[in-house]
């Protein structure tokens, strides 16, 4: 009887142990309260440091993050505007060739909407060495279009950061003059005219309501708009997931507010806020996590709108008259099927 009861003993403490450490318990026990004890690095108001990289002047402080990385492709798109209404900017694979022709046929029209400018470009890193097939095809694509930048760093999941935030330096150096900037995957429908609508009232809305502020930060009323699906979530401790953070990569027990990396848009003022305050917040692997990090630390509130959709809204002709994104188009026939009925003469 002894030794059926420490047998079971043993079993139940094997269980908890296993318990304790694939479900990650230990991390979420001692996990930093977010609300109270922030601080990621820098662990310093970086708002000064930001103004004066805007005005161009010497930052207070030594940026941490700057990527290495260069742009092995360019595009002369915004070299003689002095300004536009949207710059589209999509973060595609290098193997997804069809994915990019659909978008072109669709949302990635440049002269759709009469009177209205729009530029498309495609944001592609690199297959390690040698050169592919796949590559080949890109460069002959890139000579065609004139449309893709690409990057020289290895396209992969866990690097969407480093995309990201290679495209906000390129826009921030290349193409300052977009009243407002769409990121977006390439396996989303876009409508243009439904984002236009929507920021054109969200800052018609704020400019009644407000001034832009004259600091590096930004306030509600400033008209730094950053906006899409906002998620308000906590890291994943479990060992098994795909998307574990440990304690020693992220110790607080809440991410702040942040917008869905499939699609968001941004105001010229957020784009250089976000791009200027990434050169002192440190790298993160998860881009929208990263892109809501920096926002916070710059002071820039994400707007939540419903009508960007993370997953694959269900269609119908009626149910997507006022979507802006939704999810889930990585067939390219889908998204021109579904395109060219919304934008058909009813």
Not at 18 to 41: C, K, L, M, N
Not at 87 to 113: C, P, W
Not at 119 to 147: C, N, W, Y
Not at 214 to 229: I, N, R
Request: glycine letters at 4%.
């Amino acid at each position: 009887m002894r030794r059926r009861q420490l047998y079971k003993f043993a079993v139940c403490a094997c269980v908890l142990v296993y318990i304790y450490y694939v479900f990650g318990v230990r991390d979420y026990i001692y996990a930093r309260s977010f609300d109270h004890e922030f601080d990621y690095p820098l662990a310093v108001d970086i708002r000064p440091a930001v103004a004066a990289v805007l005005a161009g002047h010497e930052p207070p402080l030594a940026p941490i993050n700057y990527y290495p990385h260069r742009f092995l492709t360019n595009s002369g798109k915004c070299a003689t505007l002095e300004r536009l209404d949207l710059f589209i900017v999509v973060k595609s694979a290098m193997s997804h060739l069809e994915r990019r022709d659909a978008i072109r046929q669709t949302y990635g029209q440049e002269n759709f909407i009469p009177g209205i400018i729009v530029r498309t470009l495609f944001f592609l890193g690199v297959d390690p060495p040698p050169k592919s097939d796949t590559q080949r095809r890109i460069e002959e694509e890139m000579a065609q279009h004139r449309d893709i930048i690409q990057i020289d760093f290895l396209d992969d999941y866990y690097n969407n950061t480093i995309k990201t935030m290679m495209s906000f330096r390129w826009l921030y150096e290349h193409c300052a003059v977009a009243d407002f900037y769409l990121f977006t995957d390439d396996d989303m429908y876009i409508s243009v005219a439904n984002l236009l609508e929507y920021v054109h009232e969200r800052t018609d809305s704020r400019s009644r309501n407000g001034t832009a502020s004259a600091t590096g930060g930004a306030s509600k009323k400033d008209g730094a708009l950053l906006a899409g699906y906002v998620f308000q979530s906590a890291p994943q401790r479990f060992r098994s997931s795909k998307w574990r953070v440990s304690l020693e990569e992220y110790p607080w027990n809440r991410w702040p507010p942040y917008v869905t990396a499939g699609a968001y848009v941004v105001c010229n003022r957020a784009m250089r806020l976000l791009y200027a305050g990434s050169l002192f917040v440190k790298h993160f692997r998860f881009d929208d996590v990263y892109l809501g990090i920096v926002a916070k630390k710059v002071g820039v509130a994400p707007a939540h709108c419903p009508r960007f959709h993370f997953y694959k809204k269900s269609y119908s002709r009626e149910g997507y008259r006022r979507v802006i994104a939704s999810h889930g188009y990585s067939d390219p026939r889908d998204l021109i099927t579904v395109w060219n009925e919304q934008n058909s003469v009813a």
